[in-house]
């Protein structure tokens, strides 16, 4: 009997077959594969602080190595800080010079989460800045989506996310209401408010520089407020 | 109904077809999105190459041994499916074995999905041929594609960074980079602009190889 392929039965039936099928197999995979993905994922953000603290090259060291480091230098804060104002809570990672169980173990910098909607979809980093919170140390984006060769270099150009390293945070938020400007024309000397605060745009990727610009903007303002009244409430928890 | 089986074709003539005679990016001219966007490192460039090579010979297989039984009517819709399909196992592998290569390709990995050169040849070829031809078709249209991206790839990375397989533990240093050194990194060539350049000259290379053959002068032209 010959198969009549186009029949509306025989239509939705093989379409629906196919579909569970195909679909089956990948959440087969996708469920086999959860735990080296959760894995890798704590991985990379590993390499990213031991980048983001300059505590070496994570490229030329084995993953243990980079679990060792970051669990001998990096403390986080628990319970995490809160923003009084909006009530947002931030994770704050504590970096030290060396083991942070030494007695003479010195804070090089405080750490957050940092993220938002890039040009495709979200971007999550970390920000570091000294303990004084008087300027930013670095940055790193070991999450996005952004396309690669240009706003993707968000995680590739070194040179790039250095920029931020000369970042100085005033007091307090100017009136402009930004800590950062990314893009636009560098500042021609002091008497320019983006002075000190100037950071290039990815050539080629302005939607993803400015996106960059924004949330970083966003989270530092809360985070200085959340770190401001954690230092009033908890101080020993800071050191 | 199921198409008509054309006449039988050649698995090994297939695969050659596809792989240099009708190239799918220096002579059919697609594909040129990824080609200059993930071309800039050869290690990410041989992985991404992988993966569609990956894609489009699982995806003709499949389609070719469903053709008798799909129907006409949604076989745009189950080819994608079946890509896509593969696509996501190329995603998650990566995603578990190579995860900072992942995070700087993914986007493109998943763009392998709507990439011409694999619904064009589920739909001029493996749609209507036996499964060992189309598997040969589709490992051509893939190995054709990896050419011309692994040569972009090594005059990008070389000009641009001075190495090859950067970001591997097989690094190799070819021109040296330093302050004082007599070579200075051509920047632009890690950037898209240089991926114009240099893809621009390998397929004007490719096809004036290919317009040399004896009789090529009519199949050669655009």
């Given at each position: 009997m010959k198969l009549n392929t186009d029949s509306p039965p025989y239509v939705i039936g093989f379409a629906a077959i196919v579909s569970a099928v195909f679909t089956a197999a990948i959440m087969t995979l996708h469920v086999a594969t959860a735990d080296a993905v959760r894995r890798n994922e704590a991985v990379l953000e590993d390499k990213a602080k031991v980048e983001l603290f300059d505590y070496g090259d994570p490229a030329r060291m084995t993953g243990e190595q980079i679990a060792a480091i970051v669990g001998r230098r990096v403390v986080e804060l628990k319970p995490p800080l809160v923003d009084p104002n909006s009530g947002r809570q931030f994770r704050l990672y504590k970096a030290y010079d060396t083991d942070h169980r030494k007695p003479g173990a010195r804070l090089i910098a405080y750490a957050f989460p940092i993220g938002g909607i890039g040009f495709w979809a979200r971007i999550d980093g970390l920000l570091a800045v000294d303990p004084n919170a008087a300027r930013i140390v670095g940055v790193v984006f070991p999450s996005h989506s952004e396309t690669p060769g240009l706003g993707g270099r968000i995680s590739t150009d070194k040179d790039w996310r250095e920029g931020f390293g000369k970042v100085k945070l005033p007091g307090g938020v100017r009136g402009d209401g930004r800590y950062v400007f990314v893009g636009g024309d560098t500042p021609p000397g002091e008497s320019d408010p983006r002075f000190g605060r100037h950071v290039d745009a990815i050539t080629g990727a302005t939607g993803t520089s400015d996106a960059v610009g924004r949330f970083i903007n966003r989270d530092l303002h809360h985070f200085l407020q959340a770190l401001r009244k954690a230092r009033e409430d908890r101080p020993n928890d800071l050191r | 109904m199921a198409q008509q089986p054309q006449k039988p074709v050649r698995p090994f003539g297939a695969l050659l077809q596809q792989a240099w005679?009708?190239?799918?990016?220096?002579?059919?001219?697609?594909?040129i999105c990824s080609a200059l966007a993930v071309t800039n490192l050869v290690f990410n460039t041989a992985l991404m190459c992988l993966g569609l090579i990956w894609a489009t010979t699982m995806s003709s297989l499949t389609v070719s041994l469903i053709r008798n039984v799909t129907p006409r009517r949604v076989r745009i819709m189950v080819s994608v499916l079946i890509i896509a399909v593969y696509v996501i196992v190329v995603d998650i592998c990566f995603r578990v074995l190579f995860p900072e290569v992942h995070r700087d390709i993914a986007a493109y990995v998943g763009l392998i999905v709507t990439n011409c050169i694999v619904l064009g040849r589920l739909e001029a070829f493996a749609s209507r041929n036996r499964p060992l031809a189309s598997v040969c078709d589709g490992l051509g249209a893939g190995l054709g594609y990896s050419l011309i991206l692994m040569a972009v790839a090594i005059v990008r990375e070389l000009l641009g960074?001075?190495?090859?397989?950067?970001?591997?533990?097989?690094?190799?240093?070819?021109?040296p980079t330093g302050p004082e050194s007599w070579w200075r990194p051509w920047t632009i060539m890690i950037t898209p602009p240089g991926a114009f350049f240099v893809l621009a000259i390998i397929v004007w290379a490719a096809r004036a190889a290919a317009l040399r053959?004896?009789?090529a002068s009519q199949e050669a032209a655009p």
């Open positions: - | 005679g009708e190239n799918p990016v220096f002579r059919q001219v697609l594909g960074f001075g190495t090859l397989l950067r970001g591997t533990p097989w690094k190799l240093t070819l021109l053959r004896p009789g």
